[in-house]
């Protein structure tokens, strides 16, 4: 094997693992933020939270990492497209490790529930997160928006953006955003 291919195989291993990393561990910080705060509330859905959360970060993290390499398109294109999968990836683990565990091959089935409902709020995402576009902190702060009025039960006193105010979301989603496209650009977090 070339040592081209190495390097490049090496660059697209650490590149999708710190920003898949990334992605999970802001969409548990943010779930469990957003949980503290409405889970009391009676209609609060925590998966729904979750899935609207990791959909919506999965998003943010592709769309920032395919900036980041705009230099290289073909390297932008397959880790977007591998990032974007991320919710779905993650839903085929839980369901596999469920099987696994309750030696119920059954479960299979329950994935294409699932991965049909994932598809819908993940389209929702991409669509407002557009292609070649950096999700900084503007863009961000009118998708939150969004995203709280989907995750939060209906018939509450205050406005989504109200919520949001309340809320340290924001400047922790803009970091993860601004972090994987300093790696992507130097491959490495910067110091």
Same mark, same amino acid.
């Given at each position: ?35 503290? #705060?409405?889970?009391?509330? /009676? !209609?609060?859905? *925590?998966?729904?939270? =979750? ?5 919506? +970060? ?67 995402? #991409?669509?407002?997160?557009? /292609? !070649?576009?950096? *999700?900084?902190?503007? =863009? ?5 928006? +969004? ?45």
């Amino acid at each position: 094997m070339p040592d081209s291919f190495v390097d490049s195989g090496a660059r697209v291993a650490q590149l999708s693992t710190f920003a898949a990393l990334g992605a999970l561990s802001c969409t548990q910080d943010t779930t469990h933020t957003v949980l503290s #705060e409405i889970s009391s509330i /009676e !209609g609060t859905e *925590p998966d729904l939270v =979750a899935e609207e959360t990791l959909c919506l +970060l999965a998003t943010v993290t592709a769309r920032a990492m395919a900036v980041g390499l705009r230099e290289q398109p073909e390297l932008a294109e397959a880790l977007e497209a591998v990032l974007l999968q991320l919710p779905f990836q993650y839903r085929d683990y839980l369901i596999g490790r469920t099987m696994v565990e309750q030696e119920d091959p059954e479960l299979a089935a329950t994935g294409e529930a699932v991965r049909e409902r994932l598809a819908k709020k993940q389209r929702f995402y #991409e669509t407002h997160f557009p /292609e !070649g576009q950096f *999700p900084g902190p503007r =863009a961000l702060g009118d998708k939150l928006e +969004l995203w709280m009025g989907r995750v939060s039960p209906p018939g509450l006193p205050t406005t989504p953006q109200e919520r949001l105010q309340q809320l340290p979301i924001q400047a922790p989603i803009v970091a993860h955003a601004k972090l994987v496209l300093a790696y992507a650009r130097q491959g490495e977090v910067p110091g």
